[in-house]
């Protein structure tokens, strides 16, 4: 089965920097899209960045573009969401996700928190 493993969460300061991974596995991965979402506190989970099976189309959020690059390695079975000058407001529980056949699958999710 699907299965998506977030981690690289954890506590920064505002201009800190974190890379978070998520390690897939249950099916093709250099076959589909990868997609980092977020969740802030009593907020709805947004769309970070989206990288397609090449890496060759790349699509960030506006509010983080210039600050996170997402990756992948498909030898590895493995998206990558690199994370620099992180602010407070990008606080968030960070989640992994892939659509296989129509089907969305998540992992657990990992914690960020970026605070002084």
């Known amino acids: 089965q699907v299965q998506l493993v977030e981690s690289g969460g954890g506590f920064v300061q505002p201009g800190g920097s974190l890379r978070l991974s998520c390690a897939a596995s249950?099916?093709?991965?250099?076959?589909?899209?990868m997609r980092w979402y977020r969740q802030a506190p009593g907020k709805e989970r947004e769309s970070v960045a989206t990288?397609?099976?090449?890496?060759?189309?790349?699509i960030y959020e506006d509010s983080v573009k210039g600050r996170f690059t997402i990756s992948r390695d498909n030898a590895k079975n493995t998206s990558y969401l690199q994370m620099n000058n992180l602010q407070i407001e990008d606080t968030a529980v960070y989640y992994c996700?892939?659509?296989?056949?129509?089907?969305?699958?998540w992992g657990k999710g990992t914690l960020v928190t970026v605070s002084s």
């Open positions: 996700n892939v659509r296989v056949h129509a089907v969305d699958y």
């Open positions: 249950g099916f093709s991965f250099g076959s589909y899209a």
């Open positions: 990288i397609n099976f090449s890496s060759d189309i790349i």
